[in-house]
């Protein structure tokens, strides 16, 4: 493949220093963005920006600059509908949740559906196949994959290191004179003798804007003790639109010295996990609401970070009072300033009595005994925590107890192990096992994946918390939208609905004639949907049709019918 690479040109560009603009709009309406470059994600930091299609779907789609469509990928889930071109200056610009492409790239990728049996694919593409020239229409818009509505999802990254980079320091005419919102800030006790407000748990405080600036509502002091640190519920916003986007930059300072800063104009996507040790995460698991920390912790290996040496911790002197200024800005530079005051007050507070096994975040840790075993491998955590362990009895749809590991407010970087022992299991169940992962408060539980081997299910999961093992019989079901009594209600397609309760839609086989079909999969509306095609298919006489539908326990669903087309 041929790889372009202009690294001033890219530098230049970068940060805003280039004569002209390189790139042209992907799509040609006002640039209204629903989301914005590294806001906070679910898991991951957000790698482009959302770009709004006005509430609708189909709109034409640019190739922003020459050069070459690199891959194509089409999937049920993530970005859908996905196009990815690589310029001559080093980068590649990518265009997801696309309805469909172009003609001559449409067609390719259907015969590689066909050749593939396979509604999913990711395929790499010569650079000679496809040239494209700025401004080419390359796509329609759409809401494919894991979209949330209608619009498109675009990114630049660098091409040999993959890595997203900021699109708006590319100078696309997005507009923005609006300065972030701060919400509240979170005070968190760090070490064993540290306090907040003579409290061994987080303390938040609402703040109020006046002379230009956030502070503290009533403007308290606040006594701490001990390593301390402060995080901020933030989010930015676009003029125009009232979607809660994220931050570029942040600083925070301790009385006028800067104690810790990042930026984020780039990211790995090995790294964007790192989100999870970013943010509070206890907080959002248990109040939905997302803390950006102004320290690091031990385990976090995210590399925007830069500070004076304590990893932005705070220690107040005794009796000495400290002001706290934390600045953030937007991609645009738009500012919003927080100050407020602690001060240092020493004092004996009450510690829950320790409880667990202490599990080091720079080792293998495991816990075993005779019905359970979990192993959380070495680089798996962010920092120290205490394991707590319990069971309880489960409800007769389990073949084991309720296993208590620790609970969801602890994050895993990567897979833990986790073992149960089997409880009163049929040997012909054996198959069809699943580790489930039950809500603690509600009893309602999703599948965790398993394996089955001499009395034991074993799964690899990223989530602490209440495990059981249970089973799935129950075949897939399959109800027809656009059939009935052997007739067709829709003249160019045939669609089902498919769902599956519980170990989840494995595979989909459509014969018509004998032969396989193309169906295309929308989990979101949980439709499949097969559009005729004269070039594969005999049309003008009596078909014969079978679907399959498969569940990750082997469990089947078949829908059988003849129809004239």
């Known amino acids: 493949m041929r790889t372009f690479f202009t690294p001033l040109f890219l530098f230049l560009a970068l940060f805003g220093m280039a004569q002209q603009r390189y790139y042209t709009d992907p799509v040609k309406i006002p640039l209204l963005l629903s989301g914005s470059f590294a806001e906070l994600r679910s898991n991951h930091f957000h790698s482009g920006i959302d770009i709004k299609t006005q509430g609708t779907t189909g709109l034409p789609v640019y190739a922003v600059a020459d050069g070459y469509i690199s891959r194509i990928a089409v999937s049920p889930t993530g970005y859908g509908h996905a196009l990815y071109i690589n310029h001559p200056n080093g980068t590649t610009s990518v265009y997801g949740h696309l309805n469909s492409f172009s003609t001559e790239i449409e067609k390719y990728v259907k015969d590689k559906q066909y050749e593939q049996h396979s509604f999913r694919v990711d395929l790499q593409i010569p650079s000679y196949l496809f040239p494209v020239k700025q401004d080419e229409v390359i796509a329609k818009s759409g809401n494919s994959g894991s979209s949330g509505g209608p619009h498109l999802h675009f990114e630049i990254r660098d091409t040999p290191t993959e890595e997203p980079l900021n699109p708006l320091n590319f100078g696309f005419p997005v507009k923005d004179d609006i300065a972030p919102k701060i919400f509240s800030v979170l005070l968190v006790p760090l070490s064993d003798s540290a306090h907040v407000a003579y409290s061994a748990t987080p303390k938040s405080y609402p703040v109020v804007f006046y002379d230009g600036k956030y502070h503290l509502k009533n403007n308290p002091t606040i006594p701490v003790w001990g390593e301390i640190g402060v995080a901020v519920q933030t989010n930015d916003y676009f003029n125009d639109t009232y979607n809660k986007c994220g931050i570029n930059l942040l600083r925070m300072s301790l009385n006028n010295e800067e104690q810790f800063s990042f930026t984020l104009n780039?990211?790995?996507?090995?790294?964007?996990?790192?989100?999870?040790?970013?943010?509070?995460?206890?907080?959002?698991?248990?109040?939905?609401?997302?803390?950006?920390?102004?320290?690091?912790?031990?385990?976090?290996?995210?590399?925007?970070?830069?500070?004076?040496?304590?990893?932005?911790?705070?220690?107040?002197?005794?009796?000495?009072?400290?002001?706290?200024?934390?600045?953030?800005?937007?991609?645009?530079?738009?500012?919003?300033?927080?100050?407020?005051?602690?001060?240092?007050?020493?004092?004996?507070?009450?510690?829950?009595?320790?409880?667990?096994?202490?599990?080091?975040?720079?080792?293998?840790?495991?816990?075993?005994?005779?019905?359970?075993?979990?192993?959380?491998?070495?680089?798996?955590?962010?920092?120290?925590?205490?394991?707590?362990?319990?069971?309880?009895?489960?409800?007769?749809?389990?073949?084991?107890?309720?296993?208590?590991?620790?609970?969801?407010?602890?994050?895993?970087?990567?897979?833990?192990?986790?073992?149960?022992?089997?409880?009163?299991?049929?040997?012909?169940?054996?198959?069809?096992?699943?580790?489930?992962?039950?809500?603690?408060?509600?009893?309602?539980?999703s599948v965790a994946g398993g394996r089955y081997e001499n009395g034991w299910v074993t799964t690899e999961t990223r989530n602490l918390g209440v495990y059981a093992v249970t089973v799935d019989t129950i075949p897939p079901e399959i109800t027809p939208l656009s059939i009935a009594d052997n007739k067709l209600t829709e003249s160019s397609r045939i669609r089902f609905k498919i769902k599956d309760d519980l170990a989840g839609i494995k595979t989909i086989e459509g014969l018509l004639d004998g032969k396989w079909a193309l169906f295309e999969y929308d989990p979101k509306t949980a439709t499949i949907t097969h559009y005729f095609d004269k070039e594969r298919f005999e049309l003008g006489k009596n078909h014969t049709f079978k679907l399959t539908i498969t569940d990750y326990r082997n469990n089947n669903a078949v829908y059988e019918t003849h129809f004239w087309k």
């Open 266 to 445: 780039r990211f790995s996507f090995s790294d964007t996990r790192y989100l999870n040790s970013h943010i509070v995460y206890g907080q959002y698991k248990t109040e939905k609401r997302r803390y950006i920390k102004t320290w690091i912790d031990p385990g976090n290996k995210l590399p925007i970070y830069t500070h004076n040496g304590s990893e932005g911790h705070i220690i107040p002197n005794n009796e000495q009072n400290g002001s706290i200024e934390i600045v953030l800005q937007d991609s645009y530079k738009n500012t919003s300033i927080l100050d407020f005051s602690i001060v240092g007050k020493k004092a004996a507070v009450a510690h829950d009595s320790i409880k667990g096994e202490l599990f080091a975040y720079n080792k293998t840790n495991i816990f075993s005994n005779d019905s359970v075993r979990i192993e959380i491998p070495a680089g798996a955590l962010y920092s120290d925590f205490r394991f707590e362990y319990r069971t309880e009895p489960a409800s007769d749809q389990f073949y084991s107890d309720y296993y208590f590991l620790h609970n969801n407010t602890v994050p895993l970087h990567t897979n833990a192990t986790i073992a149960l022992r089997t409880k009163g299991l049929p040997e012909n169940l054996q198959s069809k096992v699943i580790m489930a992962y039950v809500h603690p408060v509600t009893g309602e539980f």
